[in-house]
C-alpha cells in the first residue's frame, strides 16, 4: 500500500463530497463560471483512486473510461486508416479544426454531453492518456454541454504539486485550473 494513498484519500474523497453538496452557483462562482471538479492524486497511486472513486461514487455518477474511448477512437477508424493518419498529421488528428467532427477530442465531448442529458455526472478517469495529444483538460471543462449542465463533471487527474502550489499533469505540463476547483 502507498503512503500517500493510505494519508490522503479520506481527506481528498470527503472533499469532494462536500463539493459535490454545493449549490450549484456557488460551485460556479469558485470555479470561474466552470462546473468541474479537478481531483488531483499521485500518478503512482491512480489505480488506488479510482477503485476507491468507484466504491464511494453512487449510480449518479458514470465513469467515462479515456483510455477505452481512445481504443473506441481507433476502432472507428480502422488500425490503417489510424496509423497512416498520425504518420500524416501527428497530434492534430486527436483535436483537428479540419475535421472537428471525427477527431479524439469530439468523442470525448459527446461521451461527456451523453452522460449529463442522461441526468448523471460525468467522471473522466485514465486522463493520463490525453497527454501529447494536443488538447487539455480545459478543452473539455469549457464545453459548452459541462458548462451548461446541472451535473458537475468530475475529472481523475494524476498529477503532483510542486513548491509553489501548482498543479503538473503526470509531473510534466502544468494544469489548466481556470474552470474548476481543485481537489488535492
Known sequence: ?????????????????????????????EANGGRSILFVYPPQDE???????????DDRFVFIDLRQLFVQFIDNMGWDDFAEGFSEDGTDMFKSSDYP??????????EIKRVIDS?????LIHTGSIYGMGFTNIDYMESQAVMSSRY?????????IDDKGNVLFLDRQKANKYRCIVIK
Open 1 to 29: 500500500m502507498s503512503s500517500t494513498f493510505d494519508i490522503k484519500h479520506n481527506k481528498m474523497f470527503d472533499d469532494l463530497g462536500l463539493a459535490l453538496k454545493r449549490d450549484l452557483s456557488k460551485l460556479t462562482t
Open 47 to 57: 489505480d488506488r483512486y479510482i477503485e476507491e472513486a468507484h466504491k464511494r461514487l
Open 101 to 110: 467532427d471525427e477527431d479524439f477530442i469530439h468523442l470525448i465531448l459527446a
Open 119 to 123: 441526468n448523471h455526472n460525468p467522471v
Open 152 to 160: 458537475p463533471m468530475i475529472v481523475f487527474y494524476p498529477g503532483t
